[in-house]
């Protein structure tokens, strides 16, 4: 090792919030390895064991160097006995085998798929695991009873599980921006999630939408909505209302970090143009903003004539037809009153684990509470104004770090 090189390593801050992570980075596969372990132990109802791997993944992101050999790793913080040993391994042999025996169990194989639904989470999944229902296709026959999300996240199976690129993205957000403008002028719309932290491609899309008058946004979810459907750009929506200013937890108990605002999950129905679908090398091809006239699936559900076909085996079979001129993205849309856009903003940028580290840090470290809506100060006992993201870095006692660098 060069000289310095761990003295270096000894000022790496434990803390994700306290470092840049980058999207691209120097030890990818060490960290593809941990992300399967974190992913398993998430799939199997062990949170605690899934965050440790995340937290050591998020140390490996942020060095500038790759790790050649365990001498490089002492004084490193996040590293436990568990995440050591498999970088060993992986270093030692290129594999870990507990990985690849991960990576190939039916169960987590199993659990990827059947999570892949939209509208399935982990414990829905592992229960239907265990009734032997191992694919999409599975539960296609199983005659289960679904939830309209669950129709939809089989209907549209194969497009929700083609990562979305930022040229669809886009294509959305003008859809969105048309739609915002016309129900509110002067509403502002912003891309959050991942394409914010530079991403080129994501599961969804996600959009923070505001207005400067505070109160005006109140109520504006459902008429975009309402235009949005006139207009036949929804294959599947479900709005939840804005339940923060019901709630009168007072400082005592600040409120959850998520759910609380105007929300709206969807699944877009995005026309490609010239009735060409769309690849992710073809980066000349562009969509119209202006929804077809005509389209091959009826808007209302058809899974239930899929789910009584005995013999149908392919899943995303009703809407994968090789003409179609038309894709389905998910898309979030987040409605926040002004006051609180900032926070809205840091809390819906990611990732994950970022939002999680810098809710630990404010706990553990300031005795603050945050949240998408607040700040709360427990020593003060009140609540921290903020209007701009440099702004709650700088309240936390933290250096501000760049969306870009937020890659945890
Ligand atoms: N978020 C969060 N906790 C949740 C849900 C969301 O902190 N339980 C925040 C952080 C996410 C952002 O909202 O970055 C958007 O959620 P996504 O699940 O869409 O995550 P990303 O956009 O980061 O990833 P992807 O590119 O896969 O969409
Ligand atoms: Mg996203």
Redesign the pocket.
Known sequence: AEPGAELQVALVPSYACQRHTPLLHHNTVLTDALSILAENAELTDNEGRGVAFRRAAALLKSLPHEIRGMEQLKGLPCLGDHCLRVIKEVLEDGTCSEVETTRQSGQFTALKALTGIFGVGAKTADRWFREGIHTPSDLQRSGHTLNRAQQAGLQYYDDLNRPVTKAEADAIGRIVERAVSEVLPGAEITL???FRRG?NT???V?FLITHPDEGKEEGLMVKVVSWLEAQDFLLYQKTTRNSYLESKDGPARPPSN?DRFERCFSIFRLSTHNGVRMTETDPHSHFSVHPHDSHPTPQTCRTVDVLSREDSSEIGQPQSSHSQSWRAVRV?LVVSPYSQFSFALL??????LF?RELRRWAVHEKAMTLSSHTLYDSKQRQYLRANSEEEIFALLGLEYVPPCGRNA
């Open positions: 959050i999630g991942g991403k994501g599961h969804d996600d998520m979030d809390g819906w940028t990611g990732s994950k939002e």
